[in-house]
């Protein structure tokens, strides 16, 4: 019997790049997959791309602008009523913005999109992850956290802001929702890991323009790995027996890695969990987990 038979899997960001690999390799292991994109061309590519890969997969695909809170919550909605249960969630969708720009929820656009779609729906799912448990959450995190510290009192980057730092930053943020996420989520059934995938030839920096777009392309073109390549840590933290019962940890290359000192930070990890509890809405009474 394939590794994921039977098993329901959600990938965020599986309409290109890292994600739609790693939705083609979960597919071909005999995951029933939903898919979560934003385009509905390119969804619709993604859906023939992993049936092309797996003709017999169970494949949907489910769309909603990741950057804002309302679609976040409209989507957990939708998942959590049409589905019995989730296996695994891929937190993946991600991007970098050179300039600063605001969601109409007041969010900075990075740490929107890049933690608090995370946050959200990890939280709008978590009573279905435990009807699967044992499950998994696996979050795309960076190396590019290395060097970057929080700064509470400017989470948004309203004082000072650059593109490489907001990014910097909400990578480090996964790491710290892994792991507190991973602490609130001891003896449920349920892991959290997150991961660096390498530095992945995918789309990634193309929503940019001018200089920066193409120094990335070109840096890409020199140094980047596949995005088969740059899948590989996702579906095997999403898939293999060997990380069954592994939770909080960061991996690098399918093993476990140091992330740096500023994201093993258990006061940073709480501070920015009820922050983001707080912005997402969720503050108590209703507990995220
Ligand atoms: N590439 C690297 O070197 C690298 C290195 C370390 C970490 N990462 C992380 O890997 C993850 C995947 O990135 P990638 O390299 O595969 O980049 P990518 O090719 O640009 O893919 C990003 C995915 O996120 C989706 N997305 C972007 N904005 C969205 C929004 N507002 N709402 C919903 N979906 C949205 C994109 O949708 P569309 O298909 O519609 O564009 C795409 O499917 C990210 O979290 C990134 O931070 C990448």
Request: proline share 1%; aromatic share 6%.
């Given at each position: 019997m394939?590794?994921?038979?039977?098993?329901?899997?959600?990938?965020?960001?599986?309409?290109?790049?890292?994600?739609?690999?790693?939705?083609?390799?979960?597919?071909?292991?005999?995951?029933?997959?939903?898919?979560?994109g934003r385009d509905t061309a390119k969804g619709e590519a993604a859906l023939l791309r992993v049936r092309r890969r797996a003709p017999r997969v169970q494949a949907e695909i489910h769309y909603a602008d990741l950057a804002r809170l309302e679609d976040v919550r409209r989507l957990g909605a939708a998942l959590a009523a049409a589905l019995p249960r989730?296996?695994?969630l891929v937190n993946n969708a991600g991007a970098i913005f050179r300039r600063r720009d605001v969601t109409r929820d007041g969010l900075e656009r990075t740490y929107a999109l890049n933690h608090?779609?995370?946050?959200?729906?990890?939280?709008?799912?978590?009573?279905?992850?435990?009807?699967?448990?044992?499950?998994?959450?696996?979050?795309?995190?960076?190396?590019?956290?290395?060097?970057?510290?929080?700064?509470?009192?400017?989470?948004?980057?309203?004082?000072?802001?650059?593109?490489w730092t907001a990014y910097q930053r909400s990578k480090l943020c996964n790491i710290?929702?892994?792991?507190?996420?991973?602490?609130?989520?001891?003896?449920?059934?349920?892991?959290?890991n997150c991961l660096h995938p390498g530095f992945v030839a995918s789309g990634f920096g193309d929503n940019n323009d001018g200089a920066f777009r193409v120094a990335?392309?070109?840096?890409?073109?020199?140094?980047?790995?596949?995005?088969?390549?740059g899948a590989a840590t996702t579906v095997y933290l999403a898939s293999s027996p060997e990380v069954q019962d592994t939770n909080g940890l960061y991996f690098k290359g399918c093993r476990p890695a140091f992330p740096s000192a500023a994201a093993q930070d258990d006061g940073a990890a709480r501070r920015l969990w009820e922050e983001s509890a707080r912005l997402a809405g969720l503050s108590p009474p209703r507990r995220v987990c």
């Open positions: 394939a590794a994921l038979e039977g098993k329901i899997c959600v990938v965020t960001g599986a309409t290109s790049g890292i994600g739609l690999v790693t939705a083609e390799h979960l597919g071909a292991m005999g995951a029933r997959l939903v898919l979560v989730v296996d695994v608090m779609a995370y946050f959200l729906l990890t939280a709008l799912l978590k009573e279905r992850l435990a009807a699967a448990a044992p499950s998994r959450i696996v979050s795309v995190a960076s190396e590019a956290h290395r060097g970057a510290t929080l700064d509470f009192d400017d989470l948004q980057g309203a004082r000072h802001y650059s593109g710290l929702f892994t792991r507190e996420l991973a602490r609130r989520l001891q003896g449920t059934g349920i892991t959290a990335l392309s070109i840096a890409k073109r020199l140094f980047a790995i596949s995005e088969e390549k």
